[in-house]
């Protein structure tokens, strides 16, 4: 346990820092963009959007990691040498509110929102962390009321990944505060026992805004696509087009 202990402070300390950008992700298979542009700018406007790129690029893996490096720290709470252990739930709460406070809080999060839904299974009760950041304030959203887990009503954001799997980008989709945004989502399970899910937002609003402004020719054309290859953004195709 003492490999464990050391992994363990290791992660927080990536997390709460902010620095957190991965090895995953070598072959996106979430979204990239596309363009192409006339020779006479050529140069230009390859720096400028070689630049968003790599931003973008910078985002999906900040994310991915941190989601990733959530899911194997609540893997290890929820185990000991004897297999699946359920700690104290209220005090999970905290320890993850506290944790995605801080790292929301940072100046270099690449992220507004992170939550964990943990499974009312296991300890017959609800057990939501999600904090969202607007400006410099950072707030935690209300919890789920426990009826509409056991309904299944439009709860296929949790009920998805459980069946899934693994860690996924899902569809982009306007939330509660009218922002356009996609999120990765990963399930947890020990040993077979689901625990819940662990999610971050990535916001397209942000990405949007820079390739709206980067027409310089009347034949320059710019993409946020896919890995289906269907438009996110595009000035005159719309979204959802392939």
Do not use: C
Not at 52 to 61: A, I, T, Y
């Amino acid at each position: 346990m003492v490999y464990r202990s050391i992994t363990l402070k290791l992660m927080i300390f990536l997390i709460v820092s902010g620095l957190i950008f991965g090895s995953l992700s070598n072959h996106l298979n979430s979204r990239f963009l596309l363009y192409k542009f006339d020779k006479e700018n050529e140069a230009k406007n390859n720096l400028i959007l070689t630049s968003v790129q790599n931003e973008f690029r910078g985002s999906l893996k900040e994310i991915e990691s941190v989601v990733t490096t959530l899911k194997l720290l609540t893997e290890d709470r929820f185990t000991n040498d004897e297999g699946l252990v359920v700690p104290s739930m209220d005090d999970e709460e905290y320890f993850y509110e506290s944790l995605f406070r801080q790292y929301l809080s940072h100046g270099e999060a690449k992220s507004t929102s992170i939550y964990i839904y943990f499974s009312p299974e296991l300890d017959g009760n609800i057990h939501d962390v999600w904090l969202h950041r607007t400006g410099e304030q950072v707030f935690r959203e209300d919890e789920i009321p426990l009826q509409r887990y056991l309904d299944n009503e439009n709860m296929s954001w949790f009920y998805g990944p459980k069946a899934g799997g693994e860690g996924r980008w899902i569809d982009p989709y306007v939330n509660r505060y009218g922002e356009h945004i996609t999120s990765y989502v990963t399930p947890v399970y020990v040993e077979g026992n689901f625990i819940g899910i662990i999610g971050m937002y990535l916001d397209l609003d942000v990405v949007k805004s820079k390739l709206a402004y980067m027409t310089f020719n009347e034949d320059d054309e710019f993409w946020l696509l896919n890995g289906s290859g269907d438009v996110i953004y595009h000035k005159v195709h719309e979204e959802g087009t392939n």
